[in-house]
């Protein structure tokens, strides 16, 4: 499959929507659907376009930026199906790969609706959504068509007088800011708001940590003009935070180490949040999720280590109780409770917890006590489930 965008004289392209160009966002959507080969219509290559064609090349797929529509005919063969964008769409991919369900079709909205959101009537009824995939035998008819002809407008009609199937829009999702045309900077801040409560749902504030983690994800995002900032990085920052904290808490003060092993969560929740976000409409790898499992696991390997650290020398009480504390929030953590379940992964709070304990001694009570707080709380949820249950 191949995709058509068109990033034109018209600066919207250009407008960034979470860090990322709108043309940037049309290519990940591209990729997402299984695109190929991409194409480009610019002036010329500029460094967005080198942007756009590192990624599109990272990806496995090809990249050209296109000048006028007869090199497009040379690029796609008739068995192929085109997926094209309209200058300045903002696109939901999960909502289009619906829509279109690996078949061509034109999208399309009510005529009214679209013509005051700026899209164009295509007939009496409906007006262009922005989005639509035609069969690469329609390219071959635009070498009929003048040189300085509009590819994206050509294939539009074309795509409509040989009888491409019509896909409608769900109701409301331009006034949900789900799709639509973005037409300037004012305009992108508003989808912007919207594109992030649609793909990060925040950790509630009984979790505080969590919560700040996650707007510090959100806030940074909004701030990767070209989406130049990387989640993975800050992973990185705190598998190294992790191994200082353990190095700290042997060689000088087990306090400190816990102080580094609270930011060393806070900056694997960051940057875990950050890094899906960076591309929603692709699923996210594999190797990336149990990446993500790993390291938060030997954060918990490196908490336990520091707590046998702080206790009294030669004791293994302290090392089962913290053992014990992980295994009953992960336990708790992985159940169907309550919606404040997630303060079981709160583990900034929780390392914050145990370094006030181990300032003052006392480290492997407070573990004990968490622990049975945390069990009883599961003992009660699971109850009160089997009550409304009966």
Known sequence: MESLADAGGDPRALLTVAGRTIVRHQLECALALGCEKIACQAPGLSREMLDLQHLAEGSGAQFQVLTGSRVLSGMVRAADELLVFADGLLPECQLAQKLLADRPAVLVLPADEGIAAGFERIDR???????FMVRGAAVER????PPDAD???SLLRIALQTGTRIAAMPEGALARHEWGLVH????????????????MRPAPLVAPLLAAADWTATSLIRRAHGGRLSGGGILGGAAALAGLAALTGWFWEPVAGFALLAAAY???RTGGALKSLESPGRPAPEALSRTYGWLVMALDIVLIALSAMAGPQGEFTTVL???SLILALRIGGALPLGNWKILFADRSLLVIALAIAAYFGQITLVSQILTVSALAVILIDAGRSKLTRT
């Open 321 to 323: 109780a913290a053992t």
């Open 184 to 199: 300037s900077a004012d305009h992108a801040d508003r989808y912007e708001q919207a594109w992030l409560d649609r793909h």
């Open 125 to 131: 009824d409906y007006a262009w959504a922005g989005l």
């Open 142 to 145: 635009l070498a009929d068509l």
């Open 266 to 268: 806070f900056a694997a």
């Open 151 to 153: 590819p994206v407008a």
